[in-house]
């Protein structure tokens, strides 16, 4: 265990190098000045752009700029904001991660709530109307974008019929749009999940001997078809969580949260790379951790892992 725990900590290691290395590379090439969008529709000389260039080394080279934010970044030092000059990156990330751990947290664990019961009463009650409802929810739910369906409950729920604030996180009233339409993806892709994989262990040997035992139908789910059939689900949780992150960025900016995702989007906006880079490190370093941990996970709950 402990040498393939080292293993993908080495792995994961290679990914965010390749990952920093990429993200700069687009970053340094993108077209556009920073300078220029720094200042605005402000009056300047080319001289005193010159100087900004130089205060933010604009006007490095590749490798040196790629350098000096690795060297940085091996300090703890995320750097400064370009757009908001002189807050430190670390603080804005902060103060936004806050708003999206919620927001994902909350959106999983309805998510879960949701789907789990369902999935495996719909694979107990196969071609019943709620096995039928299931499928087409489900089905609905992976198809449809979730932008969309985030305007049209703004426009439902906020517009037409006045009950939901369209945006911001101020009450406790904002936070039911943004966290429903998140939920409802996840919600979808584990209900599918789970109610497939526990229609294939229903027909296992195991659990046919454990009936013709005599043993309750709901201890036979519980003990039997519940436990195995979380197995490929504790992946997917993983896979969810790690990208859920990623994906909160639509969410939030079609609400307005005060998120990672709003920031990333406001950063490329403004051209503020340091604070892209930044960004796309953080989610990376998720996307990584969250993947060791799921495989742990797995270890931890199958003891055919741990064996092989």
């Known amino acids: 265990?402990?040498?393939?725990?080292?293993?993908?900590?080495?792995?994961?290691?290679?990914?965010?190098?390749?990952?920093?290395?990429?993200?700069?590379?687009?970053?340094?090439?993108?077209?556009?000045?920073?300078?220029?969008?720094?200042?605005?529709?402000?009056?300047?000389?080319?001289?005193?752009?010159?100087?900004?260039?130089?205060?933010?080394?604009?006007?490095?080279?590749?490798?040196?700029?790629?350098?000096?934010?690795?060297?940085?970044?091996?300090?703890?030092?995320?750097?400064?904001?370009?757009?908001?000059?002189?807050?430190?990156?670390?603080?804005?990330?902060?103060?936004?991660?806050?708003?999206?751990?919620?927001?994902?947290?909350?959106?999983?664990?309805?998510?879960?709530?949701?789907?789990?019961?369902?999935?495996?009463?719909?694979?107990?009650?196969?071609?019943?109307?709620?096995?039928?409802?299931?499928?087409?929810?489900s089905t609905l739910g992976v198809a449809i974008p979730n932008y969309w369906i985030g305007i049209m409950a703004i426009v439902l729920f906020s517009v037409?019929?006045?009950?939901?604030?369209p945006y911001g996180a101020d009450s406790w009233k904002a936070y039911i749009l943004p966290v429903l339409v998140l939920s409802i993806e996840e919600m979808a892709a584990i209900m599918r999940l789970i109610r497939g994989t526990t229609i294939e262990i229903l027909g296992q040997d195991y659990v046919k001997t454990a009936q013709a035992k005599g043993l309750h139908r709901n201890v036979v789910l519980t003990r039997h078809v519940v436990r195995n059939s979380m197995l490929p689900v504790i992946t997917l949780i993983g896979y969810r969580m790690a990208f859920i992150l990623s994906g909160t960025i639509v969410i939030e900016t079609v609400f307005s949260w005060p998120g990672i995702g709003q920031l990333f989007f406001d950063a490329i906006s403004n051209k503020d790379l340091q604070v892209v880079q930044a960004i796309v490190l953080l989610l990376t370093c998720i996307v990584v951790i969250m993947n060791i941990l799921t495989d742990m996970m797995y270890a931890v709950i199958d003891p055919r892992v741990r064996v092989r």
């Open 1 to 137: 265990m402990l040498s393939y725990l080292i293993k993908r900590l080495l792995q994961g290691g290679l990914v965010l190098f390749l990952v920093t290395f990429f993200t700069f590379t687009v970053m340094f090439f993108m077209p556009g000045d920073p300078a220029r969008t720094m200042v605005g529709q402000a009056r300047v000389t080319e001289e005193q752009l010159e100087l900004i260039r130089e205060k933010w080394h604009l006007n490095d080279g590749f490798f040196e700029r790629y350098w000096s934010w690795i060297s940085n970044l091996l300090t703890g030092d995320l750097g400064t904001s370009m757009m908001r000059p002189g807050q430190p990156i670390s603080d804005m990330i902060g103060n936004a991660a806050g708003f999206t751990i919620r927001l994902t947290s909350m959106s999983m664990l309805i998510s879960l709530m949701v789907a789990i019961p369902i999935g495996v009463l719909a694979a107990t009650r196969r071609n019943s109307p709620l096995d039928y409802f299931s499928t087409l929810g």
């Open 160 to 165: 037409k019929l006045g009950w939901l604030p």
